[in-house]
Nanobody, 114 residues
Framework: VQLQASGGGLVQPGGSLRLSCAVS????????MAWYRQSPQKQRELVAI???????HYADSVKGRFTISRDNSKDTMYLQMNSLKPEDTAVYYC?????????WGKGTLVTVSS
């Protein structure tokens, strides 16, 4: 199983970005997946999670601004990020749970700066 995150970049405060996480490998769709982020000198933190029942949960810091979703036909998960703030600057990672095993993708850097 491989996960490939993309879509990061430099954006001004108040701007938007959409991250994608493409899943490849011999795995059925519909597993719980999540986005995490890690900024310098901070621990990796959960940003948003989507369950195998399509339920979603968000960190308080991103509620109302970020939306997690996925397209099972494309084996891809998304994170729509609106009203971005400088404190959203971090490397964003996607994760998939296959049973008790967690798979991580390489991160994509999001920089929010004027």
């Amino acid at each position: 199983v491989q996960l490939q995150a993309s879509g990061g970049g430099l954006v001004q405060p108040g701007g938007s970005l959409r991250l994608s996480c493409a899943v490849s490998g011999d795995i059925a769709s519909g597993h719980a997946m999540a986005w995490y982020r890690q900024s310098p000198q901070k621990q990796r933190e959960l940003v948003a999670i989507i369950g195998n029942d399509e339920s979603t949960h968000y960190a308080d810091s991103v509620k109302g601004r970020f939306t997690i979703s996925r397209d099972n036909s494309k084996d891809t998960m998304y994170l729509q990020m609106n009203s971005l703030k400088p404190e959203d600057t971090a490397v964003y990672y996607c994760k998939l749970w296959y049973g008790a095993i967690g798979y991580w993708g390489k991160g994509t850097l999001v920089t929010v700066s004027s």
